[in-house]
Every structure is written in C-alpha cells, then in structure tokens.
C-alpha cells in the first residue's frame, strides 16, 4: 500500500477537501435573497446566455484555493474558473474543483447549487470528494474505500457548523426494483450549446425508457450526489468538465452506485478541447440501468 492510500492519509486529505469545500460554501451562503443581477452578483455570461459566471464563483474558488494553498502547498489545483495552477515540486496530487456548480440557480435564487472539491493521485484515482451544498444545509463527502456520506443541518437551523446533526447518514445508492414498478427517476442536464441541446431534446424519449419521470436540476454534482443518497435512480449527461463530476461520482461509487465517468485528455495536457467533451457521457444509477446509456 503506497503513503496516497494509507486510510490515515486518506483521512486527511477528506479533512481538507471538508475545510476547502466548506470555505467555498460560506462565501456562497452569503448571497443576499432574491434573484442576482449585475449591480448585486457582478453577473455576467461565458459561453452563452445561459452560462454564467458571478462574483461569487471568483470569491468561492479563491477562499477554496487559500485553504488548498495552506494545507497542500505542493499540490496542483484544477479549478473552473481559474484553471490550472501548477507547482515548482509537484507532489503527485491534483485536485480539481468547482467553486459555484449550479450557476444559474444561484443566480435565481434556486437552491440547487453547491461547492465541488475532490483530489485525485497521479495515476487520476479519485481519493477524496466533498460537495457542500449551503442552500440546502447538506454536506456529501466519499473516501476511497470508506463509503459516501451525508451530513444535514439541524430542522429550523441556518446550517452553521456549529448547528449541523452529529452523526453522518451513510448513503447506499438508490432503492432497487423502482425500475419495475415505473417509479424510477431520471436525472439529466442539456447543453448550453443550441446545436447539442436539440440533438439531447431528440433523444429524451429513447432514453426515458424505463423510468417513470425525469429531473433536470441544473447542477451535476448534486445530481450524482442525489443518486448516491436514493433520491434520483439514476443520472447521465452529455459534454461535462471534469470538475463538474469529479467529486460527486465518486460519492456515487462509494454509496455502491454504477458509475461511468468519462475518459477525457488531462487538463495538465491541455484537453479536454470541446469536441471531446461534448462527445462524452457521465453516468450514475442504480445497478438495473446500467445498460440505458450511450457508449461515448
């Protein structure tokens, strides 16, 4: 057993993936109410009208980065908004976060929105994930052989530490036979580009087979989180990044869930350019859909 899986190890990192993601966490729950706008969020769009980046994700991914930075000085971080920050001594440790996944609902005052911060080895095994959620008061968390996990805020709590349940719920994926009684959810999301959006609107209906009804939440790390804790049978997507699913696929993978994740050239390499991404799916579910997603 090398020093990168010795549970002691492990255990630390998953200690500064909670402080990372948490950091980012409260700078999100720092949102005034309502729906953002340019003079409040500094909103503004990347890709397209639908993609948007705010003072907030600048905010969250720095706060993530400062803890990163003080405990994990030696390690590279892959960040959505601030790309790859790299090291003179590499340790052999990347981790890849997302400060703001759910962007638009943020924005909108939908509460489906979280911080994602995972850390894999140099061989790209995912150790350690952690999604914090503040609008819902929820913590996920997964270590590498030590299973997934959810923590939630006290009822009739503001979700601060100090008001969070003691005891942890160990997630084991989603209730099986839901598929043969028509009761199955799925869980998707569509591009932002027009082009891929239409062609994932026509295939909808091919891929709803065997699920009873869909949701389309707007954040695909809560999404797989949502898969590892029962609540969504299952989930696929076409064209994420990397730290859109790092974290929570491996949450996923521990609460016991089928797991696909794409196979995309590294960001220390320069990919994934845009046509690789858009190619691939990231799929998560219960053991009984395994079979219902595309290849790519």
């Not at 929105?113 to 995912?126: C, F, I, K, P, R």
Request: proline content about 4%; aromatic content about 8%; glycine content about 12%.
């Amino acid at each position: 057993m090398t020093r990168a899986h010795e549970p002691e190890f492990l255990e630390h990192l998953l200690s500064v993936a909670r402080r990372a993601a948490a950091a980012g966490a409260s700078v999100l729950a720092g949102r005034a109410g309502g729906v953002l706008t340019s003079a409040d969020g500094g909103a503004e769009t990347k890709s397209s009208g639908s993609d948007w980046v705010t003072e907030f994700d600048l905010a969250a991914e720095k706060a993530v980065r400062s803890v990163l930075a003080a405990e994990r000085p030696n390690d590279i971080v892959t960040g959505e908004e601030q790309g790859t920050s790299r090291v003179a001594e590499p340790s052999g440790f990347r981790w890849s976060i997302d400060p703001l996944d759910g962007t638009t609902n943020f924005i909108r005052d939908i509460v489906y929105y979280a911080t994602s911060v995972a850390v894999a080895d140099e061989d790209g095994q995912w150790l350690a994930g952690v999604v914090n959620a503040p609008a819902l008061g929820r913590e996920y968390w997964a270590l590498r052989g030590g299973g997934a996990w959810r923590l939630d805020a006290a009822r009739g709590r503001t979700g601060d530490e100090g008001d969070r349940e003691v005891w942890p719920r160990r997630l084991e994926g989603p209730v099986p036979g839901r598929a043969e009684d028509g009761s199955a959810i799925l869980a998707t999301g569509f591009s932002y580009e027009p082009a891929v959006r239409a062609d994932q609107a026509a295939a909808l209906a091919e891929l709803m087979d065997g699920f009873g009804d869909m949701r389309r939440l707007g954040s695909a790390a809560l999404d797989l989180c949502l898969v590892a804790d029962g609540t969504h049978d299952a989930y696929g997507e076409l064209g994420l990044n990397e730290h859109d699913f790092a974290a929570g696929a491996l949450i996923a993978e521990e609460a016991g869930c089928w797991v696909r994740r794409p196979v995309l050239t590294s960001p220390l390499l320069g990919g994934p350019d845009d046509d690789e991404r858009l190619a691939a799916w990231t799929c998560a579910g219960a053991i009984e859909f395994s079979g219902r997603f595309p290849i790519g």
